[in-house]
């Protein structure tokens, strides 16, 4: 993202944002491909949501911060719930490096697959990864990756 970085007025100008929903739709298009109401951005490979302005790209995340609170963030901006493509403000929050890795505590073998919109767990036993699962809450994510890690140290150490 070289270049200048947009304002606040001006993102307003181009853009509505809903910071409940956390989606930003088109006040003014910039293309012809779009008309004036349709939701704005689209998903990079890594998860995230971007939008092209005046011929830079953004992550939404960050136009969302600008767009509610008149500046762009410093450093990072971390996204609570892990969900990259969820840009509700009440979702976010300026994190450092480490902040932002302490969403990961606890998750040892959680991730979210993008593609099935579910929770997938796995865990890892004699240099092996054993999927356990995929789950529609967190919650019974985390639930099953602790029951499964119960149950593997209950076998090891019935082996031993």
């Not at 007025?9 to 006040?27: I, M, Q, T």
């Not at 994190?95 to 997938?120: P, T, Y």
């Not at 995929?134 to 140290?153: G, N, P, S, W, Y």
Request: charged content about 30%; aromatic content about 10%; overall charge positive.
């Amino acid at each position: 993202m070289a270049g200048a970085i947009i304002t606040q007025n001006r993102l307003k100008e181009l853009l509505f944002y809903c910071p409940d929903a956390g989606v930003f739709s088109w006040v003014a298009p910039t293309s012809r491909r779009v008309a004036k109401g349709d939701v704005a951005g689209a998903k990079d490979h890594y998860g995230y949501v971007v939008i092209r302005l005046d011929r830079i790209l953004y992550k939404a995340h960050r136009l969302a911060w600008l767009y509610e609170y008149g500046e762009m963030p410093d450093g990072g901006l971390d996204h609570i719930n892990r969900i990259k493509s969820d840009n509700r403000i009440a979702n976010l929050r300026i994190a450092n490096q480490s902040e932002n890795m302490q969403n990961l505590e606890g998750m040892r073998g959680i991730r979210w697959d993008f593609g099935r919109k579910k929770w997938r767990v796995q865990i890892k036993t004699n240099y092996k990864n054993k999927f356990i699962g995929r789950f529609d809450a967190l919650a019974d994510a985390i639930k099953a990756r602790e029951q499964a890690k119960k149950e593997m140290h209950t076998f090891v150490k019935a082996q031993a």
